[in-house]
């Protein structure tokens, strides 16, 4: 069953509609005898104090924790609320390739307020972010895109709506036709003890190959071939730095180093579309 992904400044309204989201479906999952569970998870449920946004390495860790209790979670006869920052659309797209990789719909649920707003919200809570690190996640946010394939549907609840989408939102996740898995999704068990060795050698390969297709056709040109992957890689019409693919191979390898289930043999698929999501 789906997975609703809630995102939004820090102290925007999350958790408020997050709630009355996941009343919405008890009433209507009541009101058709439909028996589903519903698993709303956020930072108090995953023991996530708002001090791990001071540090990189704890915000990491939120993040694992997040995504781990979705994998664990998300099934074919649960509903799954996401509702926590999910700021990165990178994160965002990881959450999505959960969801699909098990066939079943997903959504995303931004709460539109405006940043003074937020401040002035998070300020009243006695359990606020301190205003550095809330000034710091909001430099950092990355609003979804109704036209990212990861953040559609996309509905955005303005902080003075008085009411959810709430038909929207159950027609979209519930009635809609799950999406089929493809070749960046698709998981299968393996025992491969070279596992993480081979996550290593493809992405390198990969990005190598990229600053190779840079050098010889220029930025701008026909998406490029790289190895181990059936997908292309975009070529953007800027010169990407061998800096910034090396940042975006440690994300993913740091996102996939624990996802023993995935197949070494779609290592290349995943990191090739991981890159064109990132670089478009």
Not at 22 to 50: C, F, G, P, Q, T
Not at 64 to 69: P, T
Not at 145 to 170: C, H, M, Q
Not at 200 to 213: H, M, Q
Request: glycine residues 4%; proline residues 6%.
């Amino acid at each position: 069953m789906p997975l609703i992904i809630l995102t939004g400044y820090p102290s925007s309204g999350k958790t408020q509609r997050a709630a009355e989201i996941n009343k919405y479906l008890l009433d209507r999952l009541e009101a058709e005898n439909k028996s589903l569970k519903i698993h709303w998870i956020n930072d108090e449920s995953l023991n996530v104090h708002r001090d791990a946004y001071k540090d990189a390495r704890e915000e990491k860790k939120a993040r694992g924790a997040m995504m781990s209790a979705v994998e664990r979670l998300l099934s074919k006869d649960a509903i799954v609320i996401a509702d926590g920052l999910n700021y990165i659309k990178g994160f965002r797209y990881q959450l999505y390739c959960v969801a699909r990789a098990i066939s079943t719909p997903h959504c995303v649920v931004h709460t539109g307020a405006p940043v003074q707003l937020a401040r002035e919200w998070n300020a009243t809570r006695t359990d606020g972010y301190e205003p550095i690190v809330f000034d710091e996640l909001v430099t950092r946010y990355e609003e979804p895109e109704a036209r990212n394939r990861w953040d559609s549907p996309l509905f955005t609840v303005i902080y003075d709506d008085k009411e959810i989408p709430g038909d929207k939102i159950w027609d979209a996740v519930i009635l809609r036709k799950p999406p089929p898995p493809n070749l960046s999704t698709v998981t299968k068990p393996v025992s491969d003890t070279n596992y993480v060795y081979e996550l290593d050698k493809a992405t390198l390969e990969i990005i190598n190959a990229v600053i190779e297709g840079q050098k010889e056709f220029g930025p701008g040109g026909m998406p490029m071939t790289v190895p181990r992957s059936s997908e292309k890689v975009v070529n953007p019409s800027r010169t990407v730095t061998l800096s910034e693919l090396r940042r975006l191979r440690k994300q993913f390898v740091s996102l996939n180093r624990v996802r023993t289930s995935l197949d070494v043999n779609r290592i290349g698929d995943m990191f090739a579309d991981y890159l064109n999501t990132n670089l478009a």
